[in-house]
């Protein structure tokens, strides 16, 4: 089977004392890596689109973009973006409204396994749109993916030139996966402007992950 799933258990405390809450796990299918296409012809194609098709898109297709931008890459654990330190501060989300195999719902990306994890349930992507200047047409992408990042992961090392390092690798993550979606003959567009505490709250983010940008992916009309 291309898709797995299982509970997983975890445990958080409270002031009741230690609580179990289930959390959807998802395996996604294996990243493809021979692809079709020159480098070249992806880069030269590649634009920014913001009006999608109703279509849904597949879970392997949405497995493949994840990986692209933060994905394990080999057996030294390091990933398809280039990170100061190797020390990976972004973690990505996924708002899915229509992907095939996936509820609606908000799924945290484990790039050492290649899973997602559901965090929320429920199709938010008028929710985060509306946390955007309401820029209502990201609603008709079939998900949206958040970058957010740990900035204390480089910040520990590097102070607060860690700060700028973050932001440069989400730039390399970005143009990963714009080039993924051109491959996959998907649109997506890169969106900076919003609250960033009602995307947090949208979202449910654990205080340590801070949004840096948004993605809406979908079908080219």
């Keep these: 089977m291309n898709r797995i799933v299982i509970l997983l258990l975890f445990f958080c405390l409270s002031t009741g ?78 708002v899915a409204g229509r992907v095939a195999g996936l509820d609606p719902g908000i799924y945290h990306y484990a790039a050492e396994s290649h899973q997602l994890v559901k965090t929320v349930d429920g199709d938010l992507r008028r929710a985060l749109s509306g946390t955007a200047l309401s820029q209502n047409w990201m ?17 520990s090392k590097y102070g607060s030139r860690g700060r700028r390092y973050v932001h440069i690798e989400a730039g390399h993550a970005a143009q990963n996966l714009y080039l993924q979606a051109q491959a996959l003959g998907l649109a997506t567009v890169v969106v900076g402007a919003f609250v960033d505490d009602d995307v947090a709250r949208v979202l449910s983010l654990p205080g340590a992950h801070q949004p840096v940008l948004l993605m809406p992916v979908g079908r080219s009309r």
């Design 17 to 94: 004392g230690i609580i179990a809450q289930a959390r959807q796990l998802i395996t996604l299918p294996e990243p493809v890596v021979t692809g079709t296409y020159p480098l070249e012809q992806l880069i030269k194609q590649r634009r920014s689109v913001r009006d999608f098709d109703p279509a849904s898109l597949t879970l392997a297709e949405t497995g493949q973009l994840l990986w692209s931008a933060q994905g394990v890459t080999d057996n030294r654990s390091l990933r398809a973006a280039p990170s100061a330190g190797a020390l990976y501060p972004l973690e990505l989300y996924v």
């Design 139 to 155: 609603c008709d992408a079939a998900m949206m993916i958040v970058f957010t990042a740990n900035y204390q992961r480089t910040m």
